[in-house]
C-alpha cells in the first residue's frame, strides 16, 4: 500500500465521532497531565493506559498518541508560566518563555508555543508518513542479528545522550535489562530470580516500572518541595494576539527547526529535550541579535517548542516502522501498543495497516485539535497549576497505584510499584537517569531474544554480527556513540 | 579511601552486580538450547560489575547542586517515610475494605499530613473522586475495583 492510499485509510480510521472524540480525550487529559509539575509524557500515557482496556485497539491507540503530544505540550504551559519545565524536553521553552510571562505577555508566549508546536506537529507527521513507510519496507528484510544491533544502537545512544555521566547511565540501562530478566524465560521455561515467589513468575508489569520510576518518584520530590509557592504568583495570562510581526519572526525558526527537529526525533537516543536545545542554540547562532535570546525573545520560544514537537513525531518513525522505540516516552508508548496486543514493527504497515495509518492520520487530527482546544482554554487550563501541593500528592499517588491494579488486580504488584518508587527516587539523589532504565527494560525481552535467535542460526558464532553488514554497521556505530563524547570530555580536560 | 560518593555507591552496586551473578550461576541448565537462560544474566552480571569498577576510579564530576538535592532535612525524611507508610497501609486494606473508602480516607488523611488545611475541600475531593472514579472503572470500563465493606 503506497502512502496516498495509506494515509487515506488512516483518515477513514481516525475520522469518525468515535476517533476524534478519544483524540480530544487524549489531548485534553495529556495536556492536563503534562502541566502538572514533574509529570510528564510518560506518567501521562501510564496514567491512561487502564482507559483503554475494552476500547478498539486503533482508537486506543489513537488516543495514547493524543496524549504524548498533549502531555509534551502542557509541559510548555508550566513552563512559561512557573519556569517549571514539567519534563526536560520543554526546559529550553522556558528560556524565552518565561522572561516574556514575566513581561506581562504570557498569552502571547502561549499563543506563540501553541502555533509553533501546531506547525511543527504538522510539518513533522507530513515527514513521518513519507518515511515510515520506506523504512517499514527495508526493515521488513531485518534477521535478528541486524534487529540485535539495533537494539544495541538505541541503548547506548540513549546512554550516551543522556545528562550528566555516561557510566551511571550505562549502569541504569544494565539496572532495567537485570529487572527484565526476572520471571519465565520465554525460550527455555527456566525459572529466573523468581525466588519461589507466583507473582514473579510472568515478571514485572512495565507499567509498575514507569509510574514507580516516574510518577512515584517525582511525588517523593514533590513531597520535598511542597511548601513551594511559587505556583502562586502565577502572571495574568494576558492578550493571545501575536502581530505581523510577530508571525514573521516565528516563521524563520519554524521552518527550520520542523525538518531539524524531526530528523534528531528519528535518531535513536535523541529526543524532544536534545532537539529542543540544538534548536534554541542553532537559532541563537544564525539570530541577527542573540543578544535578545533569554531575556523573551520571539524566535527563542519558537525555536523549542517547534523541535520538540517535531521530535515527537520524529521519535514514532522507529517505533512504528521497526519496533524499536528510541527513548524512554516512546518506550512507554510501545508497552501501550503490547498492551493492546498489536506488535509495532515493519510488519504493521501490511498486516494492521488501519492502525499504522490511523495513528499517524490522528496525528493531524491531534494537532489541530491541540491548536483549537489549548488556544482559547489556556486561561482555564492554568488553573490546574494552582492546585495544592498536598492535594496533587495524594492525588498523583492515587492515579499511580489505580493505574496498576487496573492491570494486574493484585496488590504484590503495588507493593513493586512501592518499591520501584524508592528505587527511583534514590536513583534521582544520585544522579542515575531513568530513561535509559526504562528503555532498557522495555527492549531487554527482545534484545536477549534476537541475541538468542541468531546466534542458534549460527550455532553459537559471534561473528555472525559481524558478518552480516547491516549488524555490523549499527554495532560500529553505536561503539562510535561512545567514542565520540569520551574524546570531546578527554579534549575539555586538557583545554 | 571511600571519600566520594562516587565511591560508596559503586561498592553497593559492585554487592548487588556479585549477588546478580552468583544467582545467575545457580540457574539450572536447559540441555536442549543453543544458548541457554543464564548467558544474558551472567552477562549482565560481569557488565555491571565492570561499570561498578569504572565508577569507582572515575572522577567525580557531580555539581554542587547534585549534592545540594541529597542534603534532606530530618524531619524531611520523617515525612517521606510517613507518606510512603500511609502507601503502605493502603496497599494492605484496599482488598479487604475496599476502593472507595479507602481512597477517601486515604487522599483526605495524606492531603491533610502534608499540610493542606481546607477541610472542606480536602472533603469534598476526597469523597467525590473515589466514587467518581469508581463509577467511570466498574460502570464504563468494565472493570472491576475491590467493592470491600460496602454492598455494591
Known amino acids: ?495 | 579511601m571511600l571519600k566520594t560518593v562516587n565511591k560508596k555507591v559503586s561498592l553497593v552496586l559492585l554487592a548487588i552486580g556479585t549477588g546478580y551473578l552468583i544467582l545467575a550461576y545457580q540457574i539450572p541448565s536447559y540441555p536442549y538450547t543453543q544458548i541457554d537462560a543464564d548467558v544474558i544474566p551472567k552477562t549482565l552480571g560481569y557488565l555491571l560489575i565492570f561499570l561498578s569498577v569504572l565508577l569507582f576510579i572515575s572522577k567525580d564530576s557531580e555539581t554542587e547542586e547534585q549534592k545540594a538535592r541529597r542534603n534532606i532535612p530530618k524531619k524531611e525524611v520523617g515525612m517521606l517515610l510517613v507518606v510512603a507508610g500511609l502507601i503502605l497501609l493502603y496497599i494492605i486494606l484496599l482488598e479487604i475494605i475496599g476502593f472507595v473508602l479507602v481512597t477517601a480516607v486515604f487522599i483526605y488523611s495524606c492531603s491533610r499530613f502534608l499540610g493542606y488545611k481546607s477541610h472542606i475541600t480536602n472533603g469534598v475531593v476526597s469523597i467525590s473522586l473515589p466514587v467518581l472514579m469508581y463509577l467511570m472503572f466498574t460502570e464504563l470500563l468494565k472493570i472491576s475495583l475491590p467493592s470491600g465493606i460496602l454492598p455494591f
Open chain 1, 1 to 495: 500500500m503506497g502512502s496516498i492510499e495509506g494515509i487515506i485509510t488512516g483518515f477513514q480510521t481516525a475520522f469518525n465521532i468515535e476517533s476524534i472524540l478519544f483524540v480530544m480525550l487524549g489531548v485534553f487529559a495529556g495536556t492536563i497531565i503534562g502541566m502538572l509539575p514533574g509529570l510528564g509524557p510518560i506518567s501521562a500515557i501510564a496514567v491512561m493506559i487502564p482507559m483503554t482496556f475494552g476500547m478498539d485497539p486503533s482508537v486506543a491507540l489513537i488516543m495514547m498518541a493524543g496524549v504524548y503530544y498533549g502531555a509534551i505540550f502542557g509541559g510548555s504551559t508550566s513552563a512559561i508560566l512557573l519556569n517549571a519545565p514539567g519534563v526536560s524536553g520543554t526546559v529550553a521553552t522556558a528560556f524565552d518563555g518565561y522572561p516574556m510571562a514575566q513581561q506581562g505577555k504570557a498569552g502571547k508566549a502561549l499563543a506563540i508555543a501553541a502555533i509553533s508546536s501546531f506547525v511543527g506537529g504538522t510539518v513533522s507527521v507530513i515527514l513521518l508518513m513519507l518515511l515510515a513507510p520506506i523504512l517499514s519496507s527495508v526493515a521488513i528484510s531485518f534477521g535478528p542479528p541486524a534487529y540485535f544491533a539495533l537494539m544495541v544502537l538505541g541503548l547506548t545512544a540513549i546512554a550516551s545522550l543522556s545528562e550528566g555521566s555516561t557510566i551511571k547511565a550505562l549502569i541504569s540501562a544494565v539496572a532495567g535489562f537485570m529487572v527484565v530478566t526476572i520471571g519465565i524465560d520465554p525460550q527455555s521455561g527456566t525459572q529466573r530470580y523468581t525466588f519461589g515467589n507466583v507473582n514473579l513468575l510472568e515478571g514485572l508489569d512495565f507499567l509498575v516500572i514507569a509510574l514507580g520510576l516516574f510518577a512515584l518518584a517525582e511525588v517523593c520530590t514533590l513531597v520535598l518541595k511542597r511548601k513551594d509557592q511559587s505556583f502562586r504568583n502565577l502572571h495574568n495570562i494576558g492578550s493571545l494576539k501575536l502581530t505581523k510581526k510577530d508571525f514573521k519572526e516565528m516563521s524563520g525558526p519554524m521552518s527550520r527547526q520542523s525538518f531539524l527537529g524531526f530528523l534528531i526525533g528519528v535518531l535513536p537516543g535523541a529526543g524532544a529535550t536534545i532537539a529542543s536545545f540544538i534548536a534554541y542554540i542553532s537559532e541563537k547562532k544564525i539570530a541577527k541579535n542573540p543578544e535578545e535570546f533569554g531575556k523573551g525573545s520571539v524566535k527563542g520560544l519558537a525555536a523549542p517548542e517547534t523541535a520538540n514537537n517535531a521530535a515527537t513525531s520524529g521519535a514514532f518513525v522507529p517505533l512504528l516502522s521497526l519496533g524499536i522505540p528510541g527513548s524512554g516516552t516512546t518506550a512507554v508508548m510501545l508497552g501501550a501498543f503490547l498492551v493492546l496486543g498489536v506488535q509495532p514493527g515493519p510488519m504493521l504497515m501490511t498486516e494492521r495497516p488501519e492502525i499504522f495509518w490511523g495513528v499517524i492520520a490522528s496525528m493531524y487530527i491531534g494537532n489541530i485539535f491541540l491548536l483549537i482546544l489549548n488556544l482559547p482554554l489556556i486561561p482555564y487550563f492554568a488553573k490546574v497549576l494552582k492546585i495544592p501541593r498536598p492535594l496533587l500528592i495524594s492525588l498523583v499517588i492515587i492515579f499511580s497505584m489505580i493505574g496498576v491494579y487496573a492491570v494486574s488486580f493484585n496488590t504484590f504488584d503495588l507493593y513493586m510499584l512501592l518499591l520501584f518508587g524508592v528505587i527511583g527516587f534514590i536513583m534521582r539523589l544520585f544522579a542515575f537517569p531513568a530513561p535509559p532504565f526504562i528503555l532498557a527494560f522495555i527492549l531487554g525481552g527482545m534484545l536477549e531474544q534476537s541475541l538468542r535467535q541468531s546466534l542458534t542460526i549460527s550455532n553459537g558464532d559471534l561473528m555472525i554480527f559481524l558478518t552480516n553488514p547491516i549488524s555490523s554497521a549499527l554495532l560500529i556505530l553505536s561503539l562510535l556513540s561512545f567514542v565520540f563524547p569520551l574524546i570531546g570530555q578527554i579534549r575539555k580536560r586538557k583545554g
